[in-house]
């Protein structure tokens, strides 16, 4: 499963997206690709699909279904503010559901311990910015990786999480964009081998 989400088409962000989609093709991979721009995906979390046995819209219940029977999940965006775009924190909230992506023990006390569901045990993480690499981890501990890493893969059962960011975008220049994509097409290269 491969998602995106930058609102941009001729952004960075949408050409790793496109390196990952054609290497995941390349080596074998059928790829369930959404970039939520395109699709006008609805970030706002309804009250109503709060319940876990709730009626989920038609194109929520197809993210969810790709996203529990992913061997793999690839996803692609920019840091803004320490966080992903809305967009794609609404994607969060209604597709990494319960029952969806973990579930908690009815012996678990109230505790709220998470038992992983997702049957995919390795996610790739690009992120694009415009803050120095240094700087990012100095002052903001990069709060991106402990986002993806911890708070939503390893909670869901995904334990083995790569990160890669790509900064400084502003001032990078198209030799080393093209350079970046290289690496891009190496890493989903490297995690996702072609099926023997």
């Not at 006008?40 to 109503?48: D, I, K, N, V």
Request: some cysteine; aromatic content about 8%; hydrophobic content about 40%.
């Amino acid at each position: 499963m491969l998602v995106l989400a930058h609102p941009d088409a001729r952004s960075l962000n949408h050409a790793i997206a496109e390196v990952c989609r054609l290497t995941l093709q390349e080596v074998g991979h059928s790829v369930w690709y959404h970039d939520l721009y395109a699709e006008g995906f609805e970030p706002l979390l309804p009250a109503a699909e709060f319940s876990r046995e709730a009626l989920l819209d038609h194109g929520v219940q197809q993210h969810c279904s790709e996203l529990a029977s992913a061997d793999g999940i690839v996803v692609v965006h920019p840091n803004w503010w320490g966080q992903p775009p809305a967009i794609l924190k609404g994607w969060i909230d209604r597709v990494v559901r319960p029952g969806v992506a973990y579930r908690f023990d009815e012996c678990d006390s109230g505790e709220g311990i998470p038992v992983g569901l997702l049957r995919a045990k390795v996610a790739v993480v690009f992120n694009t910015g415009n803050t120095p690499l240094a700087r990012e981890l100095e002052t903001f501990g990069d709060p991106l990786d402990g986002l993806w890493r911890n708070c939503i893969f390893g909670l869901c059962g995904v334990g083995n999480v790569k990160r890669q960011l790509f900064t400084v975008v502003v001032t990078s220049s198209s030799e080393q964009r093209e350079t970046w994509l290289h690496q891009v097409c190496e890493l989903i290269t490297e995690t996702f081998p072609r099926d023997s």
